[in-house]
């Protein structure tokens, strides 16, 4: 499907896949809407994303990463650390990876 021709009917179909996602969540393992159903997925698929550079090719592979480092932070709260201190030990992931790409779009010109 062209982009750049159907945007909303991209922004419509990708609201329902989403909406589908949340309702299996629901049906599935939650059982009943309330305050905390997100359980944070916002972060996580925004660095998922970036570490992907916004390429398929790229998904599988980054979801790996994360849950690496998701998994040391639950070991990491073993030893008395916050789920909070992992996610901020991500960050500086992300970081890196956000400007590494923008970087990757430059190159270095030798003036006599």
């Known amino acids: 499907m062209p982009t750049r021709r159907h945007p909303v009917a991209v922004i419509l179909m990708s609201g329902a896949i989403a909406g589908f996602g949340g309702a299996m969540e629901l049906a599935g393992t939650v059982t009943c809407l309330g305050g905390g159903i997100s359980n944070n ?3 996580p698929a925004i660095m998922v994303a970036v570490l992907a550079r916004a390429q398929p090719v790229g998904v599988p592979f ?3 990463l994360m ?3 998701l998994s040391g932070g639950i070991i990491l709260q073993t030893r008395d650390l916050t789920m909070n ?4 030990i991500a960050g500086p992931i992300l970081l890196h990876a956000a400007v590494a ?3 990757a779009h430059y190159r270095l010109v030798r003036t006599a």
Do not use: D, H, K, M
């Open 62 to 64: 980054s979801p790996g």
């Open 67 to 69: 849950a690496v480092i």
């Open 41 to 43: 997925y916002g972060y």
């Open 85 to 88: 201190t992992v996610l901020a």
């Open 101 to 103: 790409e923008e970087l």
